[in-house]
C-alpha cells in the first residue's frame, strides 16, 4: 500500500502535475487501448516490486521497506529526464508523511533508459522512458492476533 500513498503524495505536488496533469500517475500500466482513451506522454507509472518488513525480539516491529519501480514517460529522452528529475527533487532523501503513511526516508536510484522505438508494441512500450528504484523505509501496522 506504501506505493498507493505515495501516488497520492505526488497528486499534490505542483512540480509534477505542472508536467503530467492531475490524471498522469498511474499504477502499473497507463492505459492503451485505441483511440481517445490511450495515454500519451508525458506520465508516470509505479508498481511496488517487493520489500522486506523488519523484527525486534518481541515480533513485527511495525518497520518496513518497500522497493518501488517508477517510470517516467516523455515526448523525447529529455522531457523523461526532465520529469525524472522532478521526481527527483520531491522524493529523493523525503522524511515525512505520504497520505498518513510515516516514512522514515526514500531514496530514488540512478535513472536507466528504457526507451523503446517500436511504434506497434503499445503506447507503453513505444515512448522514451526512464525507469529507477524508490527504496521507501515506512511504519506500518503490525498485525495483532486474536486470542484463543
Known sequence: MIEFAMAAHLATR???TTVV????????KAPQKSGAETKLPPFITYEQMGGDKFYHAQGA????EAAIRI???GKTYVKSHELYEILR???????GTWDGTVVRGAFLSEPENIS???SNLGTDASQYALQG?????YFRDVPTFGES
Open 116 to 118: 523503446t522505438p517500436s
Open 89 to 95: 527533487d520531491e522524493l529523493d532523501g523525503f522524511s
Open 71 to 73: 517510470t517516467c514517460r
Open 61 to 64: 516491529s511495525g518497520l518496513a
Open 21 to 28: 496533469g492531475s490524471a498522469g500517475i498511474f499504477g502499473d
Open 133 to 137: 528504484t524508490l527504496t521507501v523505509h
Open 14 to 16: 505542483t512540480a509534477v
